[in-house]
């Protein structure tokens, strides 16, 4: 390989460079150098007095997010997610079972069952008062126990009056359908 080099050479001697360069050579390439470090400085801080005020403003607004973002936090301080991870899964639980038990309930259109759906929505409003008002004692009472159970048991009182209602709609259905099962058999 050393012999393939020197081959190599041999036959690039004549098209190598040996000229010198000219006296102070070395002073104006270090002149030109450092020329172009401060056209480099200047640019970077000519750049960094351009996004100032811009830095200024994402700040402010960063801020002000961040406070939005705990005033929220503080809002819901009085529902049962903050009292612990387990009480929030169970928040969410039940107000996805109402939720569901409530779109059942919306679904039925019969005239016969207005009345009753009326009367259950009624219910339901009276025992979200109550359970907003145990929110308050939540916040007054520093996370008691009884308090936690009453908010629980509202919410159980929301679903067995929601269920209870599917299942009267049901009978309805039923004494409406066996009914017109009669008197189409009996005609």
């Not at 569901?100 to 005239?111: A, G, H």
Request: charged content about 25%.
């Amino acid at each position: 390989m050393s012999k393939q080099i020197d081959d190599l050479f041999k036959k690039l001697k004549h098209d190598f460079d040996f000229e010198m360069p000219d006296n102070g050579h070395e002073n104006r390439f270090l002149n030109k150098l450092q020329n172009n470090h401060k056209a480099k400085v200047i640019t970077l801080s000519n750049k960094y007095n351009l996004w100032k005020p811009f830095i200024g403003i994402a700040a402010s607004v960063a801020l002000i997010l961040s406070i939005f973002d705990y005033v929220q936090q503080e809002d819901n301080s009085g529902d049962l997610s903050s009292v612990s991870p387990k009480m929030a899964e169970t928040q969410d639980f039940f107000t996805l079972t109402i939720n569901e038990e409530l779109n059942n309930i919306n679904q039925e259109f019969l005239p016969e069952v207005q009345g009753l759906i009326k009367d259950a929505l009624s219910q339901i409003k009276k025992l979200e008062e109550d359970y907003n008002s145990l929110k308050i004692d939540l916040i007054e009472s520093g996370d008691d126990n009884r308090v936690i159970y009453a908010m629980i048991s509202n919410f159980q009182n929301r679903i067995e009056i929601l269920k209870n209602t599917i299942n009267e709609i049901n009978k309805v259905k039923q004494l409406k359908n066996s009914s017109n099962h009669e008197t189409s058999t009996t005609i």
